[in-house]
Structures are given as C-alpha cells and as structure tokens.
C-alpha cells in the first residue's frame, strides 16, 4: 500500500507546487517554504507508516529512521563539503563570506575572472572556438550550478561567434550545455546529483567518476557536430 501512497502524495505535492507558480488557484511554494512542504510530507509519511508496521513503537522507530537518515546525509556530505568550498571561494557570491571580509568588501571571483583571461587566447577558429566554449562553460558549473555561468557564456558567444564565423546562437548553446551538464547534476558531486546518489544509496564520488567518460564524449560530440552543422 505504501509503495503506492509515497508516490501518489508526493506528485500530489509537485502538482501543488507547480499549480502555484503557474496559475492563481494556490499560493506559490518556492525556497524554504517547498523545502518545508516537502520535508513535512515525508514525516508524516514516515510517522503513518511506523505506526501502520510497529504499532506501540512508532514512535521509537520513526527516531531510529530519522537518526538513520542524518547519519547518511552526514556521510554522504562529508566529503563533499571541504572540495565544494574549494570551489566556493572562487564564486563571488561566496568567496566574500567565506573569507570573512565583510559585508561592504568587493567580494573577488577567481573563477570568473580566470575564465574571462582564457578567453583571449583561444584562436578564432570554428572548432577551436566552440571547444573552448564549452570548456568555459564547464569551468562556469564548477561551483555546483548549472545557470550561473550562462551570462558569461552567453556573453563570449555573442562577442565571439562573429569573429570566428561560428553561429552565436550555436556557440551559446554549447556554452549552456557545458554549463549545466556539469553543474547540473551529473559531473559535480555538490550539485544536485547528492540526491540522486542518496536516493539510489551509492556513493556520489563513484557516481562521478562513473558519469565522467559517458557525459565528456557525449559533450565533445555533441560539440563537434553543432559547429559541423550549424
């Protein structure tokens, strides 16, 4: 019954959510408050479904399993937190915080800034241009976001492309790819590919190195073929 129910509810809850920031008929749920939706939805399905298996001792149980998930939570982040604060210090929105120079400091993007010098060495060259592209824009994920670098992407493609008789739009999208392909999900460990690793109990880090073969060939062909094409 269960293995029904979890999945029922919880689309019920994703139709909530996206009834709201689509249409007028619920409030919209976005940040802590769909963070909170949803956690609050899984205890009570937590809480329903060990008082339904163990009675009397629902409530021992249920703390057990929260305990449980803490502990797989810690694990899991354990190693990924001292590498994404590497990253981190490189991200202007961050680097300000984490170095602790103050709320009125010019906070430094190390990131940025060396994939902005990198731009002007990269030959006007077609193939050359969309690799160098798409190497930025996976530099750009490297802070666990698949978006934050497409401005920057998208930027270089507009100023590039014309120079280098490459398509902007073209050069964009492989920015974009190379952005949120490993930003996204599926080359960074402190993106969201943590959830799905402890969703599927494996670690993140062999989820990585696993993904890392599949998705580079599949960016250098995808690449290759756009600029070929288009």
């Not at 502990?71 to 984490?98: E, H, Q, R, W």
Request: aromatic share 8%; proline share 4%; net charge negative.
């Amino acid at each position: 019954m269960f293995a029904i129910v979890v999945p029922v509810v919880f689309l019920a809850v994703v139709g909530y959510m996206v009834l709201g920031k689509l249409t007028d008929l619920v409030p919209e749920t976005s940040g802590g408050d769909a963070a909170g939706l949803v956690g609050g939805t899984a205890a009570l399905l937590l809480l329903v479904a060990t008082v339904t298996v163990d009675g009397r001792n629902c409530l021992e149980t249920c703390a057990t399993h929260v305990v449980d998930g803490l502990v797989f939570a810690f694990k899991a982040m354990g190693v990924v937190i001292p590498i994404a604060g590497f990253f981190f210090i490189g991200n202007s929105d961050f680097a300000a915080t984490i170095m602790s120079l103050g709320e009125d400091a010019q906070s430094p993007g190390f990131l940025f800034d060396l994939v902005s010098a990198v731009q002007e060495v990269i030959p006007n060259v077609p193939m050359v241009m969309g690799l160098g592209i798409l190497l930025i824009g996976m530099a750009t994920g490297l802070d666990g976001s698949g978006f934050s670098g497409l401005p920057l992407t998208g930027s270089l493609s507009g100023a590039l492309g014309p120079a280098s008789g490459v398509d902007v739009e073209t050069l964009a999208a492989i920015g974009q790819m190379g952005s949120i392909w490993t930003g996204g999900g599926t080359l960074i460990a402190w993106s969201s590919l943590l959830a799905v690793a402890g969703f599927a109990r494996v670690n993140v880090l062999d989820l990585v190195r696993n993904l890392f073969i599949p998705v580079i060939a599949g960016l250098l062909v995808s690449t290759v073929v756009a600029v070929l094409i288009f």
